[in-house]
């Protein structure tokens, strides 16, 4: 009655080019590749007012940057550890 669709279905219903455009735009927003799922889901639901799955989004993502994925996994970042060394009270 209202017209409303879910995330599902508006996937389903778009012709499947234009909606992994939506994707690649928004992707492309990003040059540092930093963006999630998530994070592109709620921009292009934002923006261009289209709902789309989860599943769909990933999909895409991994087909055109998988190295993307690997930036982002926490395992790939090192921590720099420097040992502190007090001075004392009166050491400059």
Known sequence: MLG???SHTTTQNMPQQEVGQLV???MD????RRQGVQTIQA???FGVEQHL???????VMHTHDEEGFTMCDPSS?????V??????????
């Open 77 to 81: 970042k090192q921590i720099f550890w």
């Open 29 to 32: 927003k990003d040059p540092s």
């Open 43 to 45: 921009k292009i639901a």
């Open 53 to 59: 799955t989860r599943d769909f989004i990933s999909q």
């Open 24 to 26: 690649l735009d928004q």
């Open 4 to 6: 409303l669709n879910g």
């Open 83 to 92: 040992k502190k060394v007090p001075l004392g009270i009166h050491k400059r």
